[in-house]
């Protein structure tokens, strides 16, 4: 298996709405990412973890919260978002120590109303 | 500190044309080189990549080559097709950091 899945791939939510969004890959990888992607520009990283644990925060606001359970999965929880939070969000993963690049899933597209 | 240059799109060819997308880039450290594409409602694609200098990526048809003495990893095809169309992306990687760092993209229309 070699790729990131990601579900849903569509989500329409409310500011008050409490939602998550899954990433899920198979290949080892230790290393798993969230990014945000706005229309013409390129992924904004969010948050990394590496052997399951939080090792970057690029300064994200605390309504949006990653969690990786174990190695093949990652969550990023949305609550209280904003309009301009309105984005693509791709997970991606990849082996720790390597310089292999990034494997990216399709994304979700997120919608806040 | 470290940055990617890609030129300005949008870029428009005609089926069959002769590719070029050019990439520059800064770095403090010793860069992995990579192009991503990203075709319209989907996620990116690692399109090929290059760890040293005069290593040569290629994937698909394009070609990129680390140039230190440059700076650069240009993307080629030598001919393109309608498929093509989409955005890609130069990133570099520096060795020891967890973190990709992207040029701006540059969109590519190809026209039968």
């Known amino acids: 298996d070699t790729e990131v899945t990601q579900t849903p791939k569509h989500l329409v939510m409310g500011m008050t709405n409490k939602k998550s969004l899954k990433c899920e890959q198979h290949?080892?990888?230790?290393?798993m990412y969230w990014y945000k992607q706005k229309a013409k520009k390129p992924p904004e990283l969010m948050f990394v973890?590496?052997?399951?644990?939080?090792?970057i925060n690029e300064s994200v606001p605390s309504r949006f919260s990653p969690e990786c359970p174990n190695s093949s999965l990652l969550n990023l929880h949305l609550h209280a978002l904003q309009p301009e939070d309105s984005a693509l969000y791709l997970c991606?993963?990849?082996?720790?120590?390597?310089?292999?690049?990034?494997?990216f899933g399709p994304g979700t597209r997120l919608t806040v109303l | 500190g470290n940055s990617v240059t890609q030129m300005e799109g949008p870029v428009t060819l005609s089926e069959e044309a002769f590719l070029t997308i050019n990439c520059t880039y800064t770095?403090?450290?010793?860069?992995?080189l990579f192009w991503y594409v990203q075709y319209p409602g989907e996620g990116l694609q690692l399109l090929l990549k290059?760890?040293?200098?005069?290593d040569k990526g290629s994937n698909k048809g394009f070609e990129a080559t680390y140039r230190k003495e440059t700076t650069s990893f240009h993307l080629e095809k030598g001919s393109v097709q309608v498929s093509d169309s989409a955005v890609y992306f130069c990133?570099?990687?520096?060795?020891?950091?967890?973190?990709?760092?992207f040029g701006q993209g540059t969109r590519l229309t190809i026209n039968p």
């Open positions: 991606a993963s990849s082996p720790l120590g390597l310089s292999t690049g990034e494997f």
């Open positions: 290949m080892g990888h230790r290393a």
């Open positions: 990133a570099l990687l520096i060795q020891g950091a967890q973190k990709l760092v």
């Open positions: 290059a760890t040293k200098a005069d």
């Open positions: 973890y590496s052997y399951e644990k939080l090792s």
């Open positions: 770095a403090t450290g010793y860069p992995s």
